[in-house]
């Protein structure tokens, strides 16, 4: 059974902004957030994943996107090294947390910005890791070396798209799910040579989010938006769980954002 860390958007809300989806002017309505997340623990619970919640803490809003919290491979636990000042406070409750469920910390050096599962994402035998806006490109191999695994950083180019779980998801059969244009050149080859069998999404379906899915074997736990891709996906044989993620889509994040797998893998 896979464990998930989740954390409840007790004190989530719109209160900065760091990425172009952001606008404190428009807000998110907290009471129909806290309803939709609620959707996303309930519909993962109902899948058979074990799921562990992290307390959140006031003035940490984004706390909620677990996926930030580091990078869990093994035993092992990387903290992310958040790029911005406003989310850097979370940081030691997440490496707490996990501490406390049994995993060894490792911390990168501090000059070294990585912002965890949200930038680094499995696929086959290499961990894909997205930089520029948020993750450094130098903290990868700092990454590779401490877990023993092949990284294939890959640069992104569209602001919109500034953590590779936004754009990328690859899927238990070897095949993954993308938008090509939130790469550069040099970066959608390296997907293309490492990963043959790629479902294409197309930029009305990618402003969805619907790359930001939560993959538990034949199940994906998606935003709703994205009808093409899931019935791409059905016909593949997975089942898609389609929830409605409107108010944290504000906040530039959706279901997997709002997740991180203890561990994403039990072996690098
Ligand atoms: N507002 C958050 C930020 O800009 C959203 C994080 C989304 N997380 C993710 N894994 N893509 O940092």
Redesign the pocket.
């Known amino acids: 059974m896979r464990e998930l860390l989740l954390c409840a958007p007790d004190y989530y809300g719109i209160e900065y902004e760091?990425?172009p989806?952001?606008s404190r002017a428009q807000g998110a309505e907290i009471e129909l957030a806290k309803r939709q997340w609620r959707g996303l623990h309930e519909t993962l619970g109902s899948l058979h994943a074990k799921v562990e919640l992290v307390p959140g803490q006031p003035k940490l809003p984004?706390m909620v996107?677990t996926?930030?919290a580091g990078l869990a491979v093994g035993r092992k636990f990387i903290p992310s090294n958040?790029r911005?000042e406003e989310?850097a406070r979370e940081a030691p409750f997440f490496a707490r947390c996990m501490e406390e469920h049994g995993y060894e910390v490792l911390w990168l050096a501090k000059d070294l910005y990585f912002?965890?599962?949200?930038?680094a994402l499995f696929g086959g035998d290499a961990l894909f890791c997205g930089y520029k806006f948020?993750s450094d490109i130098q903290s990868h191999r700092a990454v590779g070396e401490m877990l023993g695994c092949l990284v294939i950083s890959v640069e992104l180019v569209d602001a919109r798209f500034?953590?590779l779980?936004?754009c990328f998801c690859p899927l238990p059969d070897g095949a993954a799910v993308w938008f090509p244009a939130a790469f550069d050149e040099y970066g959608q080859r390296a997907i293309r040579a490492h990963v043959p069998d790629l479902i294409d999404v197309a930029e009305e379906e990618a402003k969805t989010f619907c790359c930001?899915a939560v993959v538990l074997e034949r199940d994906i736990v998606l935003p709703q938006g994205a009808p093409k891709l899931v019935s791409e996906l059905t016909k593949r044989g997975y089942r898609c769980h389609q929830l409605p993620m409107s108010e944290f889509l504000k906040?530039?994040?959706a279901c997997?954002?709002l997740t991180m797998f203890m561990p994403q893998r039990e072996t690098p």
């Open positions: 760091i990425n989806w952001m984004d996107f996926a930030n958040f911005h989310r912002e965890g599962e949200g930038d948020r500034y953590h779980d936004t930001n906040a530039g994040g997997k954002c």
